[in-house]
């Protein structure tokens, strides 16, 4: 069982992110951030929300 245990914890790893990878992570959510609020803050996107809220609330 030892060994067993001790062959688990060699093939485990690192467990969670370093800070150069939690720097990237969260780069990469900005820059999606970024790009979700280009695209729902356009006119013809915020038509469309209008008009489906406009249809829920009748």
């Given amino acids: 069982?030892?060994?067993l245990i001790a062959r688990l914890a060699?093939?485990?790893g690192d467990e969670g992110m370093n800070t150069?990878?939690?720097a990237v992570g969260t780069l990469a959510a900005v820059a999606f951030a970024?790009?979700?609020y280009?695209?729902?803050s356009s006119p013809g996107v915020q038509?469309?929300?209008t008009g489906v809220i406009n249809e829920?609330?009748?």
């Fill in 1 to 3: 069982m030892r060994r």
């Fill in 10 to 12: 060699v093939l485990r």
């Fill in 20 to 22: 150069a990878e939690y």
């Fill in 34 to 36: 970024g790009v979700l």
């Fill in 38 to 40: 280009k695209v729902v």
């Fill in 47 to 49: 038509a469309a929300l």
């Fill in 56 to 58: 829920a609330l009748k």
